[in-house]
């Protein structure tokens, strides 16, 4: 038959017959193959959507904060800024962080984030997120740091009117979302719905970010200062991922640092002497 089979074409429909009979047989073996490949497909599909959609959601939050500035620096051009130095102020380094606690002590308004040392983090740290400052780190930790928010009673925050470049400060009040203006005179050029955003004065808090939006003015005559409310921009209660921001002061000063080491390093390496 083998014989048959290879010098002459009898056996083509016989063949042709157990290729029919073993097909189904061919298909059912194939199926664990198939469904392996589909599977991994699928997975391989699933978990690239994962990824971009995870990189899509940081870029989305890093864009966001730098849209905070536009605001102000449209302001700043109005009021004849240079635009060289605008433009240099929307360059703070930012580290992407999450909420992982939150101190439940009425009297306290601070929450925990799950960076620390090991990742940059240093005490006084400005944290912000896709909306406005929420606070600044207090207590940085190995793996973790506490941040006060800006609403707690014991923070203050310097401000300026976003409108007019007015300068005050902020005082936390306790409450969940609502800050005060203290201090400041029944006359001052202030009113509803202006937006407060940092002055940069005193080095901590970068120049430009929104802090909050003015939401009640009282003006006695009696009183030689008025009473002012403002709403936090933050979402303080809400939101999970926070931005950690290196101050340009900060990122200097690390420069300047690892200039001065570098320095060092070739001086010694160079066997220069001491000076006396």
């Known amino acids: 038959m083998m014989t048959a089979d290879h010098r002459t074409n009898m056996l083509n429909g016989v063949r042709s017959l157990f290729s029919l009979i073993i097909y189904p047989l061919q298909t059912v073996a194939g199926t664990p193959k198939d469904m392996g490949l589909w599977f991994n497909e699928r997975m391989n599909s699933h978990q690239f959507l994962i990824a971009e959609n995870e990189s899509q959601r940081t870029e989305n939050l890093l864009l966001k904060a730098q849209l905070q500035k536009f605001t102000s620096l449209q302001a700043e051009n109005i009021r004849l800024r240079s ?5 240099r102020k929307i360059s703070d380094q930012m580290l992407i962080a999450e909420t992982i606690a939150v101190d439940l002590d009425p009297y306290k308004r601070q929450i925990v984030v799950n960076k620390g040392q090991f990742n940059g983090v ?53 409450a969940a979302n609502l800050l005060e203006v203290q201090n400041l005179p029944n006359n001052a050029d202030i009113e509803l719905g202006d937006l407060l955003i940092t002055s940069g004065l005193g080095g ?52 300047q640092t690892t200039n001065i080491s570098l320095e060092s390093d070739n001086n010694d390496s160079k066997g220069l002497p001491d000076h006396e």
Request: charged share 15%; glycine share 8%.
């Open 83 to 87: 635009l060289l130095k605008s433009s």
């Open 122 to 174: 240093y005490s006084g740290q400005p944290i912000l997120d896709a909306h406005g400052i929420m606070g600044q780190i207090i207590h940085p930790g190995i793996p973790s740091s506490t941040a006060i928010l800006i609403t707690d009673p014991s923070h203050a925050i310097p401000v300026q009117v976003n409108r007019n470049g007015l300068r005050t400060v902020l005082y936390g009040t306790g």
């Open 204 to 255: 901590r808090f970068p120049e430009g970010y929104p802090v909050a939006v003015v939401v009640n003015i009282k003006r006695d005559p009696g009183q030689p200062f008025a009473q002012i409310i403002a709403e936090a921009s933050a979402h303080l209660e809400q939101s999970r991922e926070v931005l950690l921001v290196m101050a340009e002061a900060e990122q200097e000063v690390e420069q």
